[in-house]
Antibody
Framework: QVQLVDSGGGVVQPGRSLRLSCAASGFTFSNYGMHWVRQAPGKGLEWVAL????????YYADSVKGRFIISRDNSKSTLYLQMNSLRADDTAMYYCARWAASYCSGATCYGGGNWLDPWGQGTLVTVSS | QSVLTQPPSVSAAPGQKVTISCSGS????????VSWYQQLPGTAPKLLIYDNNKRPSGIPDRFSGSKSGTSATLGITGLQTGDEADYYCGTWDSSLSTVLFGGGTKLTVV
């Protein structure tokens, strides 16, 4: 069945780095765009980053731009999030999610729609000294 | 402060109906499809509605979605205690090339 498994979270000191992984199975990973979404404790969902199906384009939320890097290895069906210069307000559960589309440009999505499904189970990142 | 605006909470009795609104702008909801996600306590979000009003397989027809202009609405009929969850709207923003979520609405069935 279609499945995403998030891993790599943990406790890290402010200013340090961490890399999250998302292992995909049950579908052709290279056909889909992928996202990272996070949720701070007791808060709502915050979109973090997206990467097109072929890795040719990436987009980031302003809150992480310049510090986080999203990437993918289609040969391993795995999505990554490299998080650098971590701050206390990066503390959150991080979810990967599959885009229904391969990519969206302007108001047009190609290969599918703009919804996210499925989602990984999440991996918790705690930034604390 | 989310770009998409949802009420923080709604409540209704078992068996009743509830609606959850999601308000945006022309660059997001106005020109893109809306999806809805259900997050049960302690679990990952799950797709509930996509393309404004379509239900994935396995989602009961008690759940419905609609869109008009720059607003969208999630409807739930025949409320059950198991529907108690946080509900989020989501869409694509064409001008920002970002995904947007509403702030979330906590549904209480009492």
């Amino acid at each position: 069945q279609v499945q995403l498994v998030d891993s790599g979270g943990g406790v890290v000191q402010p200013g340090r780095s961490l890399r999250l992984s998302c292992a995909a199975s049950g579908f052709t990973f290279s056909n889909y765009g992928m996202h990272w979404v996070r949720q701070a404790p007791g808060k709502g969902l915050e979109w973090v980053a997206l990467i097109w199906y072929d890795g040719s384009n990436e987009y980031y939320a302003d809150s992480v731009k310049g510090r986080f890097i999203i990437s993918r290895d289609n040969s391993k069906s795995t999505l990554y999030l490299q998080m650098n210069s971590l701050r206390a307000d990066d503390t959150a559960m991080y979810y990967c999610a599959r885009w229904a589309a391969s990519y969206c440009s302007g108001a047009t999505c190609y290969g599918g729609g703009n919804w996210l499904d499925p989602w990984g189970q999440g991996t918790l990142v705690t930034v604390s000294s | 402060q989310s770009v998409l605006t949802q009420p923080p909470s709604v409540s209704a009795a078992p068996g009743q109906k509830v609606t959850i609104s999601c308000s945006g702008s022309s660059s997001n909801i106005g020109n893109n499809y809306v999806s809805w996600y259900q997050q049960l306590p302690g679990t990952a979000p799950k797709l509930l509605i996509y393309d404004n009003n379509k239900r994935p397989s396995g989602i009961p027809d008690r759940f419905s979605g609609s869109k008009s202009g720059t607003s969208a609405t999630l409807g739930i009929t025949g409320l059950q205690t198991g529907d108690e969850a946080d509900y989020y709207c989501g869409t694509w923003d064409s001008s920002l090339s970002t995904v947007l979520f509403g702030g979330g609405t906590k549904l209480t069935v009492v």
